[in-house]
């Protein structure tokens, strides 16, 4: 569903213009002035995101404004075809009074309208033409107001990765991107066959609905999942338009096991700073936790063997450490910041940022890394990234991307092992 305000040609026709002359019908001005060189103009301004040239589906604002010395009886705005660019107008045109520099008092018009690019190039935004009605020496006469014509170009993405050409990752430019995630229940306490639903709302500042990407892949071993339409909504806004996502999936976990689900990563321009983002849709894990409190009487007496049984696991827990054993989290994930940063440098291409992430991972999951180093496949492109970065004369760069992916994945934890900490009882002393 795509909600925005397009008024458009057939529209503005005659209403407007009926509007605008029972509004300017009480302002106090000239009504026997001879229509004069300067007594009507229109202009049209780009409004660039700090002054950059802009890429390609990149919302520029055009600030249309009119000042008319003249009394205005009928009005009607014919825009170019703009056939180069998707636009749509951010709401009803505005009509004021205005204080000129000599003192006299004139009629302002204003209007806002978005465009997006549809591809990088030199073009040119037509004149706008404001047809107007005016009272010119007591007899009315039309007179066609137009604006210059505007040289607009769209810069070609030269960076390495991403871009608007780009099938992989999606082109997103906007304000700010926000990512709202909800379930109908807490996750953790979803048993196996039991199905809850999953919402996450994506919104962009800057964009039509049409431009924000398809529903991810949630897709991991273990659970089946249903996916639902994906809603799309555009809010226009005075600022620019906001588009809006919502994406559901119907969950339902077919191992008993707890299952992790991995973070997805949704990169995004920032049309502000000029620099490339990521916004993300978090890790969660399905089971794991205590189930849901119950009300009444029989299941209060089977919450309470519950707890019973769970004062009972973890006194034989502490038995367990006394006598030299440990038990590790059940599953194995890099720190969101850390995998973030590791996924970042990857799409870069900077071999020296994704070691710098690999460190940092190894020093705060020193249990993952072992896993790293345990895999062939792995532990070959970690030493093969040694050689790139360490190496005298360097070496061939592995497929960055491929390692970050193998990086930041889930790793299930053991259940128990001897530490090496504490002798055992029986030992000698």
């Given amino acids: ?14 209403r407007t213009g009926l509007l605008a002359g029972l509004l300017l019908a009480g ?11 300067g007594d009507l103009t229109l202009t049209v301004t780009p409004e660039l995101n700090g002054g950059a040239t802009p890429y390609t589906r990149e919302m520029v604002l055009l600030k249309i404004h009119g000042v008319y010395r003249q009394p205005i009886l009928l009005e009607e705005v014919i825009q ?60 009315r006469k039309v007179v066609d107001v137009r604006s210059q014509p505007i040289p607009f170009t769209v810069a070609p993405w030269t960076a390495p990765t991403g871009g608007p050409d780009a099938k992989e990752p999606w082109w ?25 639903r999953r919402t996450v709302v994506l919104e962009a500042q800057g964009m039509l609905a049409e431009g924000l990407p398809p529903r991810p892949v949630l897709r991991t071993r273990g659970i089946i999942t249903f996916a639902g339409p994906v809603v799309r909504e555009t809010i226009i806004t005075p600022a620019g338009p906001v588009a809006r996502a919502t994406y559901v999936w119907d969950v339902k976990p077919g191992v008993p096991e707890v299952i992790p689900l991995d973070a997805i990563a949704i990169p995004w321009f920032d049309t502000v700073s ?43 827990g502490l038995g367990l450490a006394l006598l030299g054993f440990r038990r590790e989290r059940g599953t194995l994930r890099l720190p969101a910041v850390i995998a973030r940063d590791l996924r ?9 940022a994704v070691r710098a992430a690999v460190a940092a991972g190894e020093a705060a999951m020193p249990a993952l890394a072992r896993r790293w180093r345990e895999r062939p496949e792995t532990r070959e492109a970690l030493a093969a990234l040694d050689r790139a970065v360490y190496g005298p004369t360097g070496g061939a760069t592995p497929d960055l991307v491929a390692l970050a ?18 002798k055992p009882l029986d030992g000698p002393a």
């Fill in 1 to 14: 569903m795509v909600i925005f305000w397009d008024w458009g040609r057939g529209v503005r026709r005659g």
């Fill in 274 to 316: 000029r620099t490339m983002r990521e916004a993300e849709i978090p890790a969660r894990q399905i089971g794991g936790g205590l189930p849901d409190r119950e009300t009444d009487g029989a299941k209060g007496a089977a919450a309470s063997a519950l707890i019973a049984v769970a004062a009972g696991v973890l006194a034989f």
């Fill in 80 to 139: 170019p075809p703009l056939a180069n660019f998707t636009w749509t107008q951010l709401g009803r045109d505005h009509w004021s009074k205005t204080r000129l520099p000599d003192g006299q008092t004139a009629i302002a018009f204003d209007r806002t309208v978005a465009i997006f690019p549809h591809h990088a190039g030199a073009f040119t935004i037509e004149p706008f033409v404001h047809r107007l009605t005016v009272n010119d020496v007591g007899e």
């Fill in 172 to 196: 997103l430019p906007a304000r700010d991107v926000s990512i709202t995630d909800s379930w109908s229940r807490d996750p953790e306490t979803v048993k196996i066959y039991e199905t809850v």
């Fill in 405 to 422: 992916r193998a990086l930041t994945k889930s790793e299930p934890g053991r259940a128990f092992g001897p530490a090496p900490v504490l």
């Fill in 27 to 37: 302002m106090s001005l000239p009504a026997l002035a001879e229509v004069e060189p």
């Fill in 344 to 352: 970042r440098a990857a799409r870069t291409g900077d071999a020296n």
